[in-house]
């Protein structure tokens, strides 16, 4: 029982810390080194730019995706069905927090569960990759994607956070072929996906061979889990220990590059320091077919559901802004030719 108190505690530390305090990496997301060229005369309407497009059997009007924050608590549900209802109004995708405590404690499913308010949205699943080395099976991740009617399921990579926090689970030894075999039996597409730390070439290449659809590479320059987890740590040496990895990681734009150059087929989702529709443009033209936000939607989201439509809605607009002024009326028009990288 003191283990599931731990567990809910937690979860909500992790939305109070991430509302309240400054975790944010020492690092920078690297699009900064990124300007579109732009086109005086782009030759095209504005009201016509084009951010549809077809993912996993769902059509998103945009590609945005609120990325995977919470579930488990009574402020989750909340923040979760506001989160959703928005998605379904704008059109984008969502994945839901790690869904482990509602996997042990089946009343919790319900702060997930949001298709009664969003029928038609792309909603990932999530559980943590390493609970695989911990005693989660196939059934778990078909349990997780059921629960919340899921189009995919991610499972989320974080050894740094784990690591830096006091109990951690930290066995990720021989985690790969659990992951492949996962990738095999799953009637739904895998997404792996980092928390913050970015993806190497390495891991990358890894990951294709497990048979993952899609790779969310969440790079370093936004939220730092290891700044969360410094904030809530129990004692002096936790806290120096989570504090010591505050400059930890690859930058987004590297990681989207790396995932591209590793597997140039992969799918691959752009998350981490993302501020706003200018940069999740930049990381389709780099790669990417989803952009992700977390913090942002997160607080428009504490406050209402009306909120959070309005900041989806300015997302959007700012990438058909971006695009219309780099002269591009569609998403696959978006490259990175459109880019100059200044150093």
Excluded at 12 to 35: F, P
Excluded at 79 to 105: D, F, K, P, T, Y
Excluded at 146 to 169: C, F, K, R, T, Y
Excluded at 289 to 318: D, N, P, V, Y
């Amino acid at each position: 029982m003191k283990k599931d108190t731990e567990l809910v505690n937690r979860k909500l530390d992790h939305i109070k810390i991430n509302l309240e305090q400054d975790v944010r990496s020492a690092l920078t997301t690297g699009l900064e080194n990124y300007r579109f060229i732009h086109e005086a005369l782009p030759e095209l309407d504005l009201n016509r730019i084009d951010t549809t497009l077809r993912l996993f059997a769902r059509r998103l009007a945009a590609p945005i995706l609120i990325s995977s924050m919470t579930g488990g608590t009574a402020e989750a549900e909340t923040i979760n069905l506001r989160l959703a209802e928005a998605a379904q109004e704008v059109g984008v995708a969502m994945g839901v927090g790690s869904q482990r405590a509602a996997l042990e404690h089946p009343e919790q499913a319900a702060t997930f569960q949001v298709r009664r308010v969003a029928p038609d949205i792309l909603l990932f699943a999530n559980l943590g990759a390493v609970q695989l080395n911990y005693g989660y099976t196939l059934d778990h991740c078909r349990r997780a994607v059921d629960m919340i009617q899921a189009d995919a399921l991610i499972l989320h990579l974080n050894p740094v956070q784990e690591a830096v926090q006091s109990g951690g689970d930290v066995n990720f030894a021989g985690l790969a072929k659990r992951i492949e075999e996962i990738c095999k039996k799953m009637d739904t597409p895998v997404i792996a996906k980092e928390v913050g730390w970015g993806i190497s070439e390495r891991t990358a290449k890894l990951l294709a061979e497990c048979g993952v659809s899609a790779i969310d590479v969440a790079g370093a320059g936004g939220t730092s889990w290891s700044q969360v987890e410094m904030h809530r740590a129990p004692n002096e040496f936790t806290r120096q220990l989570a504090a010591t990895f505050v400059g930890w990681g690859i930058p987004t734009a590297d990681s989207i590059l790396n995932v591209k150059k590793a597997v140039p087929e992969m799918t691959v989702f752009a998350s981490g320091g993302l501020k706003d529709g200018l940069d999740i443009a930049k990381c389709v033209a780099l790669g990417a077919t989803l952009g992700g936000m977390a913090g942002q939607f997160l607080k428009a989201a504490a406050i209402s559901t009306e909120k959070a439509i309005e900041m989806m809605k300015l997302t959007k607009r700012q990438i058909e802004v971006a695009m219309f002024a780099a002269g591009v009326g569609s998403l696959e028009g978006l490259k990175a030719d459109r880019l100059l990288a200044f150093q």
